[in-house]
Structure formats: C-alpha cells, structure tokens
C-alpha cells in the first residue's frame, strides 16, 4: 500500500528565504504524487502534480518540486517566501494498488517571518 | 470558488443522531471523494464513487454511509454520531480517477455535542 511520509510538522522561515518542505512516499509501483496547500478555513488547493513526465515539475504561486526515485522523495521548494505562503502543505500519492485512492501526509504547516 | 459545492458548512448535533451531508462535484467531474480531516488523525480518505459506483473504500465506519446519484451529486450518511465523530468533512472531484489533481470544496465542520 501506499504511504507518505511528510518530514516536520511546522517549518518556519523569514520573508525571502528558501522554502524547504519535505515528502517522502512509499509505493510499489510507480507513483502519482501531488502537493496541496490549505489555507485556514478552506478546502485544500492543487499546487503541483507529478505524472511520470519531466521530473521537475513546477506549480501555482512560484512553488516547484523535484521528483527523485533513487531517494523516493518529492520535495516542495520555493526560492523566496512571501507572507501569503503560509499556510499548511500536504503531500500525497496514488498508484493504481488497492483502488484509485489517494493518500495524503500529515501536513507541514509553514510559518512565514517578517 | 473552486466549483465544488458541499452543503451544510457547518452543522452541530447530538450524539445518537443521524446527519447527512451533501456535495455537488465541479462540472463535469465524475469522480467524488469523501475525506475527513481531523487534529488527530490528519486527512483520512473515506470513499470514492465514479460514476455513480463506488470505486475504492478507506477508513470509513460501518456507521457511515455514501452513494452518489444519477446527477453526479454524493451525500454522506453519518449515523449513531459519537463526540469522536466531530471533524472537518471535504468532498473532492476529478474528471478520472488516476494521474488528476482533485478539486476540494470548502468543507463540512460536523460538531456532535
């Protein structure tokens, strides 16, 4: 069965700095993977989705990530963090193993420093 | 407004009884997905139907319930409602089922007191 594994609950940098965010994921065959942030109150947003094409894929609001199979990670970078990023990020993957359903982390909520 | 639509916002019952929720998919997703998400145990898939079947089952209680109807719309039964019942209830659709992004709605928050 799938499974991800998000790396820090909470992650904060000041205003400018990189943005880091870290997933790994366990599936047996080859994966979809997707990152979505949620802002408070809402519904969660696609940011960026891999799909077997280039393996840096690059999403909404200046995010992209880089799907590495020899690590089984697909880590969330941005090179300069802005206020309006904060916001809490998932993580997730489907494969076409035990049915068509995704399965998200636990979430890296992301603090934004002035 | 993401074009999924989920309906009540927010709702707060009494344990014992019985709510249903409601989710009308984006236009022309086929796929509905039932997720709840709570502090302690994060986002938790429930159920998918696509098309009108259901196509694959998580972690739901034998108290919960879902179908989705010939209009694409999907309701989710919740029944016998315990206190650990109270959490954030999200539909999500899709046009397929593998390889897409899902849409969310902007959720159920069920209270049962």
């Known amino acids: 069965a799938q499974s991800v594994t998000q790396l820090g609950s909470h992650v904060s940098v000041s205003e400018g700095a990189l943005v880091l965010l870290r997933c790994n994921y366990s599936?047996?065959?080859?994966?979809?993977l997707f990152w979505y942030v949620q802002y408070p109150n809402q519904g969660l947003q696609l940011l960026l989705k891999y799909t077997s094409a280039a393996t840096l894929v690059k999403g909404i609001n200046g995010f992209e990530a880089e799907f590495k199979k020899s690590e089984t990670s697909f880590h969330l970078t941005k090179p300069s963090a802005h206020m309006s990023d904060a916001a809490e990020y998932f993580c997730?993957?489907?494969?076409?193993?035990?049915?068509?359903?995704?399965?998200f982390g636990a979430g890296t909520r992301l603090f934004v420093k002035a | 407004d993401s074009g999924v639509t989920q309906t009540p916002k927010h709702l707060i019952t009494a344990t014992g009884q019985r709510v249903t929720l409601r989710c009308s998919p984006r236009s022309g997703d086929l796929s509905v997905y039932w997720y709840q998400q709570s502090l302690d145990q994060g986002l938790q898939f429930l159920i998918q139907?696509?098309?009108?079947?259901?196509?694959a089952k998580g972690n739901i209680l034998e108290r919960f319930s879902a179908q989705q109807f010939p209009d694409l719309h999907s309701e989710l039964n919740l029944s016998s409602l315990e206190l650990g019942d109270s959490a954030l209830y999200f539909c999500a659709s899709s046009l397929r089922d593998m390889g897409v992004g899902y849409t969310f709605g902007s959720g159920t928050r069920l209270t049962v007191v």
């Open positions: 997730a993957v489907s494969d076409n193993t035990g049915g068509f359903k995704t399965i």
């Open positions: 139907y696509y098309n009108g079947e259901e196509r």
């Open positions: 599936s047996s065959v080859p994966p979809y």
